[in-house]
């Protein structure tokens, strides 16, 4: 007797999504693979909803030559995924992005023999890789344009952003030079209703901008310096502040720095009985252990930093954009960006030592500045009251610098973040390319302020401190750091700097007090002063103004030996040395207040290797 049609069936034990069947159905290595699926097979695939974790798992497992050896199955899902876009449905449109994101995420970075024609071959073939390239990239130009949804418009940004971080240094990135998707994407930023939805598009003209840009004429450069949509470059201004606003958010779960006042929480707190005031436990954070919490640090910033690339690509090509990165004011509950941009700068300076990662990031953002400040026009509005905002700066390392609460002068918070940068990232292994960044930023600053006579108010004594105690370290160190490259530029810049703050310093320090301490520091350092310019032969640089500072200790000690007493007061030598300024004349050279401008070029290497950090975060951000 036959069973009957009516039988129940046994539920399987573990549950599949028919998407997952669909997926294992392609990519089984049977004899049946070179033919290929049936239409409605297709249509169901792009029907139903994708399950992205399944496809990646499936595709991991993996290797460059299994791909190679499925290309018939890998062909066909392309070329179907291409098709169902040009057809414009919605749902499967959707679907095919999404799937196309997840498809080329797994695909393109595998380690292949030739990564560009070992990928052409994964993905069309020689011979159909232009036609079907071609249209691919022509109907995601016309999603991202004008796609039915920004949901849509926005996962189309996300498949080209698999693509470009997945095939960077391969051929593939010429479809995408060859069809010009500026336009598209500053359409879609501009339709965009929030920051985190331009974090994207924007990281992905930063990739593509950057693409083999010092090899040929790039006209993704070229649109970033002819753009002048501003309320398109006020959403990506906000978009950056926004993101470098939560990437230092990632420093702030780690260790609170936040300066405490007396309360009697923080007082219990402090002899371990914070666990009895009332309502301790609602808002604190975990307390780690030095070396965890130094790991956790060492992996940060998080992928987001990419922003940074186009942040300082957009800098570098427009000055609008620069206009209005330094003046956007902040929206309500808000922080304005660029104090968000210079706070997240400030913590990457005092954990640049961590990784090269870190350390890349914090020289792009310290490029940024430098072509700000670059800037005359947007210098005098960086020094002026007009620039006042509240800036939380990093104080997770010791030394710190003393607090300033409330809004202050821009240049002030930037000048503190140069000194964090100077006192946090002494090696003997120097990393002379960031110091060079931070000395040669305060050197534009304070030219810019003696020049046009503007005083600000500022704990000058901390800046003349740290810049003597970096001239101690060169000279104790000099057997580790005398050959490293462009070592001597960085040796002109300290001393210029200090010498252009004595020769010019009643322009710019706001009281007789702080000049006095300018040179009681000085003269202190008088033995290190020589010891500095004999051990690196200075006095035979033209281009170095040792001699100025030497020749002023020397005058004090002339002063002070005359005066008979060995044993003075710190306050009896500060009189000697307001005494002293009758007598005293001080020699200068030409053009201390001079400074190169910036050239890209001159970082080129440095430029490649943030592209290749940003295309690696890219990779992370695609398969979140």
Known sequence: MEASPLTQQARPEIFQQKIVKLYEALFQDDVDAESDKPEGYWREFFLLKPDRASLLKILDEFGPDDLIHLQPQTRQLFLRAVACLKTGNGTASLHALETLTTFFSAVLPKKYTNPSSDIIAVLAGLDHVDTIFTDFVGALDSIIRSGPTLEIRQRAVEVVLSITSGAYQTSLLTYFIQRDLFPAIMKFIQDSDSPDKVLEPFTLLGLLANYNKFEFQNPYQLRLNDFVNEAAIQKIVRCAGQACKNLRGQYLDILEDLPEGWSLSHTLSMIGLGKITPGARANQKPNHDPEAAKQMFAKLPGEEAAVLLGTYDFSYANKLFCFNLVTLSAEKGEEQPIASLLSLTSYLLQHAFLSNRATNYAHLSLMVFRLLIEDQILCKRICSEESKVTVRLCRQRQPYLPVVKGERVLATSLLDTMVDGINHNLRRRLDVSLYTLCVGITLRIISYLSRSRTRIQYHWSELFRSL?????????????????????????????????????????????????????????????????????????????????????????????????????????????????????????????????????????TLLKKMARATVTDVKVMVQV
Request: net charge negative.
């Open 468 to 604: 003597l105690a970096l001239i101690r370290f060169l000279t104790t160190y000099a057997s580790d750091l005398k050959d490293l490259p462009h070592f001597e530029t960085l040796l002109d810049l300290v001393v210029n700097l200090l010498a252009l703050s004595l020769s010019a310093g009643e322009a710019f320090l706001p009281t007789p007090a702080a000049y006095d301490d300018l040179f009681y520091k000085v003269v202190e350092s008088g033995e290190v002063l020589v010891k500095f310019r004999d051990t690196y032969n200075l006095s035979k640089r033209p281009s170095n103004s040792i001699d100025t500072l030497v020749n002023v200790t020397a005058h004090y000690k002339t002063l002070l030996d005359t005066g008979g007493s060995k044993n003075l007061t710190s306050t009896q030598v500060a009189e000697v040395i307001k005494q002293g300024y009758e007598t005293l004349s001080i020699q200068t050279k030409e053009g201390l207040d001079g400074w190169e401008r910036y050239r890209e070029v001159d970082d080129r």
